[in-house]
C-alpha cells in the first residue's frame, strides 16, 4: 500500500494518523482525498477571487478595459 507524497514538500515518508496522512518532514497533516493545492496556498485577492497567479490578475485587468482601441 503507497500512500500520497506530501502535497507541501513532497515527502514520500507520510504515513496514516487515523482519517488523516500526516507528513514528518513539514508536520503537514491532511485528509486523503481531499485536493490541496500543489504549494499548499490559495491566494485570495481584495474581492475573495481565488488567483492562480500573477499573470492571470494582470489578464483580467486588460479585459476591463473598454473603449480603449
Ligand atoms: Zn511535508
Known amino acids: 500500500m503507497s500512500l500520497p507524497n506530501c502535497p507541501k514538500c513532497s515527502s514520500e ?3 496514516e ?6 507528513c514528518p518532514e513539514c508536520a503537514h497533516e491532511w ?3 481531499q485536493e490541496v493545492e500543489e504549494d499548499g496556498v490559495v491566494a485570495i485577492d481584495a474581492n475573495g477571487n481565488r488567483l492562480e ?3 492571470t490578475v494582470t489578464v ?3 479585459l476591463k478595459v473598454k473603449g480603449a482601441p
Open 17 to 22: 494518523d487515523g482519517v488523516l496522512l500526516v
Open 53 to 55: 497567479n500573477g499573470d
Open 60 to 62: 483580467i485587468k486588460d
Open 31 to 33: 485528509e486523503p482525498g
Open 13 to 15: 515518508y507520510t504515513y
